[in-house]
């Protein structure tokens, strides 16, 4: 081995979507140029790719040149020549796959959000932390130059002090697995959607009005 390839960190995904594909770990698209993926990363190497659908991640393997490819999350984290995890899964299995990834002792990445609600964001945290292995939380749109303005702007109190934030989420899941007889997308399915996206849901549902809500559940 190299002394250049010594220093690479060497990657394994856990999950083959397109999160992965188009976005963190392969090919970032046009506008997000810069957000390099692993393979484009300095001192990152993407090792191996995961998932438990039957030939998704040989696929995503033999497209994007990656040496490794499993379909067991245990056989990915025992192998050697894998430093650190990048979970991309929905978010009602970070919970089980972080913990699987801190008892592998390897440092892990997970995709937004970090978990469902607040208990198991926690119990992921204070895993890692008695474990003394590193965990990040891919929140980058925290570093973009919009966030970062925002930001100079509540510090400087430009608009006086902020009390309540209300808005309208006016996203489409889109259509992609609403065929008959296709599997519901992640963000359709209750189990894995975080609880903050439930609130909003049924306060929609209900009529409650989400800025007095977010107060109440501050005050609480």
Same mark, same amino acid.
């Given at each position: 081995? =190299?002394? /250049?390839? *010594?220093?690479?960190?060497?990657?394994?995904?856990?999950? *083959?979507? !397109?999160?992965?594909?188009? %976005?963190?770990?392969?090919? +970032? %698209? +046009?506008?997000?140029? !810069?957000?390099?993926?692993? $393979?484009?990363? %300095?001192?990152?190497k993407l090792t191996a790719v995961m998932s438990r659908t039957p030939g998704r991640a040989k696929g995503f393997a033999e497209r994007n040149g990656i040496p490794k490819s499993f379909e067991d999350v245990d056989a990915l984290l025992s192998d050697e020549e894998i430093d650190a995890v990048y979970v991309a899964t929905p978010p009602g299995t970070h919970l089980e796959l972080a913990l699987k990834v801190c008892a592998a002792k390897k440092p892990c990445l997970l995709e937004k959000p970090m978990a469902r609600n607040y208990a198991e964001s926690k119990q992921i945290a204070d895993a890692f932390k008695a474990a003394g292995v590193p965990l990040f939380v891919a929140y980058s749109s925290r570093t973009f130059a919009r966030t970062a303005k925002v930001k100079q702007l509540l510090d400087?109190?430009?608009?006086?002090? $902020?009390?309540?934030?209300?808005?309208?989420?006016?996203? =489409? +899941?889109?259509?992609?697995? @609403?065929?008959?007889? /296709?599997? @519901? +997308?992640?963000? $359709? %399915? *209750?189990e894995q959607v975080p609880d903050a996206i439930k609130l909003r849901a049924c306060c929609a549902i209900c009529g409650v009005d989400m800025r007095r809500a977010a107060i109440r559940a501050a005050e609480v």
């Open positions: 081995m =190299s002394q /250049a390839e *010594a220093n690479n960190v060497r990657w394994g995904i856990i999950g *083959a979507g !397109d999160v992965c594909e188009k %976005k963190s770990g392969v090919r +970032p %698209k +046009p506008f997000m140029h !810069d957000w390099p993926g692993f $393979l484009a990363a %300095k001192n990152s400087s109190k430009a608009i006086g002090d $902020l009390t309540a934030v209300t808005y309208r989420f006016t996203s =489409s +899941p889109g259509v992609r697995g @609403l065929e008959e007889g /296709a599997e @519901l +997308p992640w963000r $359709l %399915k *209750a």
